[in-house]
């Protein structure tokens, strides 16, 4: 009989996600090689909490020295100023397997927070193993509106008054 808890919740669903990691891998090294401009001092890739069974919940923004998204009309640079975390992936947790999904919600589990940090965890294996540490601009993970980040140069959570705010002229 299969348990339903935290512990065998993270590595089934660390499973699926590993399924992506050569995808997420692709994109990665094709949004390294973009020529971003000159106004966009960090990449700052937000997991959202909408949970896996509609996609990936993930973008990564372009960010400017104000902390805004870097918009720009320069054909010459990468232009917009948002990309889609795999955008064509319906869904992570398939349709089959739905209701093992719900044994482990009604069993008391946080699904969604464990799916966000887990989240972080293959983004984070997946841009190292497509060369992110080589991007030249800083770079950032974090959970949609949350003030801590984790660094992809250095590897490591960062508080508020760390890492990416840093960047930013009005910080």
Not at 105 to 129: K, N, P, Q, S, Y
Not at 159 to 166: H, P
Request: with cysteine; glycine share 4%; proline share 6%.
């Amino acid at each position: 009989m299969e348990v339903y808890d935290a512990d065998s919740y993270k590595p089934w669903i660390r499973s699926l996600l590993d399924r992506l990691s050569p995808a997420l891998e692709s994109q990665l090294r094709t949004i390294l090689r973009y020529h971003f401009h000159p106004r966009v001092v960090l990449l700052d890739t937000e997991v959202f909490p909408d949970g896996l069974r509609d996609g990936v919940p993930m973008r990564i923004f372009l960010i400017d020295a104000q902390n805004s998204e870097a918009f720009h009309n320069d054909p010459v640079y990468f232009l917009p100023s948002t990309i889609g975390i795999l955008e064509n992936v319906r869904e992570v947790v398939p349709p089959a397997e739905i209701e093992r999904q719900k044994r482990y919600e009604d069993a008391g589990v946080a699904t969604r927070e464990i799916e966000m940090a887990t989240l972080v965890e293959r983004f984070a294996a997946c841009w190292i193993r497509a060369d992110g540490q080589q991007c030249p601009l800083p770079a950032y993970i974090s959970f949609h509106d949350d003030i801590a980040s984790f660094d992809l140069k250095q590897m490591k959570w960062e508080a508020n008054a760390q890492g990416k705010w840093t960047h930013f002229t009005n910080h």
